[in-house]
């Protein structure tokens, strides 16, 4: 009797062990499920953001290409004027041919047309002129063949275009940090199946299988989710 009584305590005691890891193990479960589930859902939200953030970008983007297309436009169309009226000018004798620098007269139509070219591409003119196109036949047929022609509006839209592919590029990261915390979610509500059966199950051989299950799919969680960032 002494003997089957020994057995019998023996036998509560593994029982209410195995209750007791797989409490433990619950419990850890329960927790990393909430805080897996957390980050999945703000990574999902940083991800909507970067989009969001790179398609203003892209918008931005293409209107200053279009502005700086228009206003590419409008210098070939100045400086042609510009241009015709310098040659007229010469022509009249109201100035002398430009070398290297053009003075503007306002009496005359080429200071007149001169005085409004936008001052970005004034200043390219005017190293143009220094390169004396007039004499010198390996200076630039154009200002626009200048090194220093660039559209302010051009390069923000480049910047722009990049910023773009940047911020995707972080979406894309975010959204995969979801997936990864979402995948440890799974993880962990296989963690509280297996856990919860274990205090279902007679034999103790079973429970002892079921519990080791839990322990290892837990471990494996808790490594995904240690690899991975943290967003608050």
């Known amino acids: 009797m002494a003997a089957g009584g020994s057995g019998s305590r023996v036998g509560w005691l593994r029982s209410e062990r195995l209750e007791l890891a797989a409490t ?60 015709a009226a310098v040659s007229e000018d010469v022509a009249s004798g109201l100035i002398e041919p430009p070398s290297t620098t053009f003075e503007p007269d306002s009496g005359t139509r080429s200071g007149f047309l001169y005085e409004r070219i936008r001052p970005e591409f004034r200043s390219v003119i005017a190293d143009w002129l220094e390169t004396s196109p007039i004499t010198n036949p390996d200076a630039p047929a154009t200002p626009f063949e200048m090194a220093g022609y660039q559209s302010q509006r051009a390069a923000e839209a480049e910047q722009l275009r990049g910023r773009a592919e940047e911020l995707a590029a972080e979406a894309r990261a975010a959204n995969q940090n979801g997936d990864n915390y979402l995948l440890s979610t799974v993880l962990f509500a296989s963690v509280l199946f297996f856990a919860g059966v274990t205090t279902k199950v007679l034999s103790e051989r079973n429970r002892l299988i079921l519990l080791g299950v839990s322990i290892t799919t837990l471990a494996v969680g808790v490594i995904v989710v240690l690899t991975l960032p943290i967003e608050i």
């Open 24 to 83: 433990i193990v619950l419990s850890f479960a329960v927790v990393l499920t909430a805080w897996s589930a957390f980050e999945a859902g703000k990574w999902s939200g940083v991800q909507a953001i970067k989009f969001s953030e790179a398609g203003a970008a892209r918008i931005e983007s293409a209107r200053l290409d279009t502005l700086a297309g228009q206003l590419t436009q409008l210098d070939i169309a100045v400086f042609s004027d510009w241009s």
